[in-house]
């Protein structure tokens, strides 16, 4: 099983997307590709479903694990009551690996002490490598392998997708030499083509032109291929562009070459992708093995619009509430997609990755929640490049898989009685192009949105954060005949609507979808949630031990706190980083160079601070500290100000007045603590990573005062760029 | 019932209430893995008029351990 991330309806070459996908496009070839296929709209929620067969609200991932919340449907963590496929699938006999993302461990299991049993080796998996959390940087990933977090590979030319499917290709040449005559279950999620979007510079530029027409030629010209393949009726009707995206004509010059060269990006990272999975799918055939493999590849929600209207060169900067302008990412053009950057493109872009359907990732209308699907068996299936248009949801492919291995659906699971699969099989579809389909009915939500799906019917209602939901307006599309959702019927059809919306209440009540939740940013901000560690005043970390993971380091934004490190300087001197967090896009470093004790801090790579003690660190045993004093408090952006004391023995060595602080850098992307080295991306890049100490370090002490009172983040309104 | 003896009375309703409680929050340990405790919040239509409960989530961490001696 492959899962894409972020990866529109309309992306793929065989989906009549303008990105060259040829290996994908040949797989589709050899097999099935579905039209009318769904998923939860956001990445947890799909991939919980995906793998459990069940509503993610019923497996309590109603959103992202970072955005948990006290309530059944949203804890974050998927109960033993729903056993993943890898589980099952272990348990009959087959050998299960998982690669990639891994964005269903709770965010408070983000430590090197776990919990483990929601790492993929507690859900079914016998083997992991890849990365746990939402997205990771691709050039330098903070990464896990089985249970325990590693270094990044240093190399040139490095990239993740290439390592994930190196390991893909050792993970099933090890089971096969083995000669166990065991069958296997794969599941490789690649970060491909979530932000940051990271690709070879090759594979940018070669699709330098291609799409200088602009996103609403990109719609026009895709939807033309899309009718011609016989994707879509050839009445299908282009819906108006979504909401804050501007006509192509009325940008600027400067507008055009920036948005055209990172959408090149996404197309070098994804074109990347398909290169690589080419070379998986050739080691099936060498062993082969690929006859009587079946390949299915999924997309978990629509294409992505939190590039917001400008895309950017570091996500972390929208994340910040200060985005950067086009002048910014004008002056990086060459660099995006490259290793100093965390790009993201525009939400045109993601408009048009979604042809024909409206809206995109996180809302319930067709752009967020259709998806391509993929499914090829030549030793089972013998269609070759057909289409199936049964309707299909996500929670169908477990009850596929099982029907296809032939198993049944365990009642219970190591003791635990299991809840009922949620799904339909879609395997009787694999021979039937006109079999009737047998879905009768599927409710969405996502982050307050929601919509229904029931015999060709669909009612949705897109909501404004913050507003009440009753004033939310609710559409009604017979998406049978229109699946671009163009026709807005609910005031013709008021008895469809109406039971339509019937039918979504009783299932929100099965399925633990209430209470309806719009909240964002602020959950991660309720002083009630569980935390990775337990709060103390006083952390110590030591030298040789793995990163730890930004959601279970001490939180030091905004906070008093004090870094120091204990170290011996030996005779001659020594070298290296004591303590970093962070890395290229934001973070901090106390570090030795030249002799002197420096202390860098990196603001959202937008302003660098740095300060060094004037003389020499002295030889023999020291206490090298740095504090912090924050002083004051923006939102808009959101950042914190504060003075920095550098020490050596508690004697004052430098100081920086009123630097700034992210208010929330790391939260998803960052780079971890590490002690004694500097892996990853660099903070400063008055050093090389990984710069490890010389001398001898034998522990760091973090001292951490209390969060502030009334430390809220929140988000300043009225802004279209610092949309959600 | 004097006030005095009414304010004893409460008392030790509320600490054998708390004792209770105390014992409901303790999951049996001898059938693994432990069950989730059911959700002691409140769910209404929305989150703001709903109460949350993070026991349920909170629950895989161990009982604290006690002194050998």
Redesign the interface.
């Known amino acids: 099983m492959i899962v894409l991330d972020d990866v529109g309806y309309s992306q793929l070459g065989s989906y009549g997307g303008p990105i060259d996908t040829p290996n994908l496009d040949k797989l589709a070839a050899q097999g099935v590709r579905y039209t009318d296929f769904h998923t939860t709209a956001l990445c947890s929620p799909t991939r919980a479903a995906l793998l459990t067969g069940r509503n993610h609200p019923a497996v309590s991932l109603a959103a992202i694990t970072e955005a948990?919340?006290?309530?059944?449907g949203g804890?974050?963590?998927i109960?033993?009551s729903a056993a993943t496929i890898a589980e099952v699938l272990k348990q009959n006999g087959y050998n299960t690996f998982a690669l990639g993302k891994w964005h269903l461990a709770?965010y408070?299991a983000y430590t090197a002490a776990g919990?483990f049993?929601h790492w993929p080796l507690g859900m079914g998996f016998e083997k992991y490598y890849g990365f746990i959390g939402g997205e990771t940087d691709q050039w330098a990933p903070l990464l896990v392998q089985d249970n325990t977090f590693i270094d990044a590979p240093r190399r040139d030319g490095y990239h993740l997708t290439e390592d994930l499917v190196d390991h893909a290709i050792a993970y099933i040449r090890d089971q096969q030499q083995a000669s166990t005559g065991r069958p296997f279950f794969q599941y490789l999620a690649l970060g491909t083509a979530h932000a940051p979007l990271h690709a070879p510079k090759s594979y940018v530029d070669k699709y330098n032109g291609r799409f200088d027409a602009g996103w609403d030629a990109a719609r026009e010209e895709t939807l033309r291929k899309q009718k011609a393949m016989g994707l879509v009726p050839a009445d299908t009707e282009l819906p108006p562009r979504n909401p804050g995206v501007p006509a192509w004509a009325d940008l600027t010059p400067d507008q055009k070459t920036v948005y055209t060269r990172l959408e090149q990006v996404f197309a070098g990272y994804l074109d990347h992708a398909d290169h690589h999975l080419g070379r998986l799918f050739a080691a099936l055939d060498d062993m082969k093995i690929r006859d009587n493999t079946l390949i299915i590849v999924v997309s978990d929600n629509g294409a992505s619009q939190e590039g917001l209207q400008n895309g950017t060169a570091n996500t972390d900067r929208y994340r910040n509430y200060n985005p950067d302008s086009v002048k910014e990412i004008l002056g990086q053009l060459d660099k995006l997609g490259g290793p100093q950057t965390d790009p993201h493109y525009p939400m045109g872009w993601a408009m048009a990755g979604n042809t024909p359907l409206k809206r995109w990732k996180q809302d319930t209308h067709h752009g967020g929640n259709t998806d391509p699907l993929i499914i090829s068996w030549p030793a089972r299936i013998k269609a070759q490049g057909e289409m199936r248009r049964q309707y299909s949801y996500v929670t169908d492919i477990v009850p596929t898989l099982l029907e296809a291995t032939g198993l049944p659906a365990p009642t219970s699971v190591?003791?635990?009685r299991q809840m009922p699969l949620q799904g339909v099989s879609m395997a009787y579809t694999f021979d039937d192009p006109n079999a009737p389909r047998r879905r009768k009915a599927q409710y969405y939500e996502m982050l307050g949105s929601r919509a229904i799906w029931s015999d060709g019917w669909t009612a949705v209602a897109w909501h404004k954060k913050d507003d009440d939901?009753s004033r939310d307006k609710w559409e009604l599309y017979h998406t049978d005949v229109d699946l671009s959702e163009a026709h807005d019927l609910a005031a013709e059809r008021p008895d469809k609507l109406h039971a339509l919306q019937a039918l979504w209440t009783d299932e929100a009540k099965t399925y633990n979808v209430?209470?309806?939740?719009d909240?964002r940013y602020e959950r991660t901000a309720d002083p009630?949630?569980?935390i990775a560690a337990i709060e103390k005043s006083a952390y110590d970390y030591y030298p040789g031990t793995s990163i730890v993971h930004p959601l279970a380091a001490p939180q030091l934004l905004g906070r008093e706190h004090t870094v120091t490190a204990y170290a011996t300087i030996p005779e001659g001197g020594a070298e290296g980083v004591l303590a970093s967090s962070g890395g290229e896009f934001g973070g901090w470093s106390l570090f030795i160079k030249d002799g002197r004790l420096r202390y860098a801090h990196n603001y959202l790579k937008i302003e660098e601070y740095d300060v060094a003690s004037a003389a020499k660190v002295p030889s023999g045993a020291h206490r090298f500290s740095v504090h912090f004093t924050p002083t004051g408090k923006s939102l808009k952006p959101d950042f914190f100000t504060g003075d920095v004391t550098l020490s050596i023995d508690g004697g004052s060595v430098g100081e920086l007045k009123d630097i700034k602080m992210a208010g929330q850098y790391s939260a998803v992307t960052g780079y971890g603590l590490l002690i004694g080295r500097n892996t990853g991306t660099p903070v400063s890049h008055d050093y090389e990573p990984p710069f490890v100490f010389t001398g001898a370090l034998d522990k760091v002490v973090i001292e951490v005062a209390k969060a502030p009172k009334g430390e809220v983040i929140g988000k300043p309104k009225n802004d279209p760029n610092l949309a959600d | 019932m004097p006030l005095r003896a009414r304010h004893a009375a409460v008392a030790l309703a509320l600490a054998l209430g708390l004792a209770v409680s105390a014992k409901a929050a303790e999951p049996d340990r001898t059938i693994l893995p432990v069950s989730p405790p059911d959700f002691a919040g409140k769910i209404g239509e929305t989150y703001k008029d709903s109460t949350p409960d993070w026991n349920r989530r909170c629950r895989s961490r161990p009982r604290p351990a006690r002194p050998t001696s």
């Open positions: 948990a919340t006290g309530y059944p804890y974050g963590s109960p033993k709770p408070t919990p049993d190591n003791g635990v939901w209430l209470p309806l939740d909240r009630t949630r569980p």
